[in-house]
């Protein structure tokens, strides 16, 4: 087991439940077993009135969590016995990020260093989200063949006009980035976290979601503030939201000229990244964020379940998998070769549940 499940107490027999992502090696990447051990805490938790609030955190100092587990899903990709274990971790794992979302408690997620993919979804959907002068919040799986997932398409449109551009291009916002957007709540300094869990031990916790929501936030708003990172997005968040605007085709030549002026390394490494994305996932990803305006948070969750299940089996990821842990060297092979000549019938059936689609 690799999530560290624990209970904190508090006065008056309250309790904190605390789930630490415990695999630093590999910057706490989830696996299905994670997963599960997560849900199946938080169920037990909601129903057990002395558990006040729950606090999410990642072990080690490079980050809070990079995502899903790449070899583990390579594997099931590679095995055809496996792909279930494949369909199941995105499943459960997509549930996972609603159950958190719609928790009656409040949730403290404590999102250090790298906070990327799965780990970015685990940490939007908190209700109380904290970032640390260290952090990068990123969703890089364009570059890996997939698409921006855990209901990212729901709730990157939410970031005042930025979030087709962090969906297409896998660009990484700091915690003054993250902080302007909407993004975080509050930025505390690294070091502030032991002490922080520790005096949240001694608050007068009610009992009573609301009351206990307003306690923490108001407890967090008391706490030191590090001096915050100069902003790498904010800067050209006007030029990127127009260009956003228009159709897939001329936001991708928009951002590329954008990024061709020099005017920033943060705008041209991200011109980097989408150059070199899967055209498929870019245009599954702009796709998704149009279908998901009038969708609920459940609806957008089924939706991606769908979608994953298909990614498991056409091939970009896999392949990107591939050439990011295994051969960093090669570039990858992706099954369309531009974004400006896309098969569209075939990008479209990623919509349609495997049981309704051909042989």
């Known amino acids: 087991m690799t999530v560290h499940v624990s209970l904190l107490k508090t006065a008056a027999d309250r309790q904190i439940g605390c789930l630490a992502l415990s695999a630093p090696e590999r910057i706490n990447a989830q696996n299905l077993a994670m997963v599960r051990q997560m849900a199946a805490a938080l169920v037990a938790w909601e129903q057990d009135e002395r558990v006040v609030a729950v606090v999410l955190l990642g072990a080690g100092e490079r980050g809070f969590c990079a995502g899903g587990d790449l070899k583990s899903l390579h594997q099931a990709m590679s095995e055809p016995a496996q792909i279930a274990q494949g369909d199941a971790f995105f499943a459960e794992e997509y549930r996972l990020c609603q159950t958190i979302r719609e928790w009656r408690k409040p949730i403290l997620a404590w999102g250090h260093g790298i906070v990327m993919g799965g780990g970015w979804g685990l940490f939007a959907a908190a209700s109380h989200r904290v970032l640390t002068e260290s952090s990068r919040l990123a ?3 364009t570059g890996i063949g997939l698409f921006p997932d855990v209901a990212a398409s729901w709730w990157l449109p939410q970031l005042q006009g930025v979030g087709r551009f962090l969906a297409l291009s896998g660009a990484a916002l700091n915690a003054a980035d993250a902080l302007h957007l909407g993004a975080a709540d509050w930025v505390c300094h690294d070091a502030q976290r032991h002490t922080i869990l520790l005096a949240m031990a001694n608050l007068p916790w009610s009992a009573e979601a609301d009351r206990d929501a307003l306690l923490l936030s108001d407890f967090l708003d008391q706490q030191l503030s590090p001096d915050l990172p100069q902003a790498n997005l904010i800067p050209y968040q006007e030029q990127i939201s127009r ?13 590329l000229a954008l990024a061709n002026t020099g005017q920033s390394s943060y705008l041209q490494h991200a011109a980097q990244r989408l150059a070199a ?14 279908r998901c305006e009038t969708l609920s948070l459940a609806q957008t969750v089924e939706l991606e379940t769908r979608m994953a299940a298909c990614a498991l089996r056409y091939g970009d990821f896999k392949e990107g998998i591939y050439c990011t842990l295994f051969d ?24 349609v549940p495997l049981s309704e689609q051909p042989g």
């Not at 228009?246 to 951002?255: E, N, T, V």
């Open 139 to 141: 969703m890089p799986e």
């Open 328 to 351: 960093r060297q090669q570039q990858p092979r992706w099954r369309e070769a531009s974004y400006a000549n896309l098969d569209i019938t075939v990008i479209e059936a990623h919509f």
């Open 277 to 290: 994305a899967s055209p498929t996932s870019l245009y599954l990803s702009w796709v998704l964020q149009q």
């Open 243 to 255: 260009f956003c605007e228009g159709s897939f085709a001329a936001a991708i030549d928009g951002l």
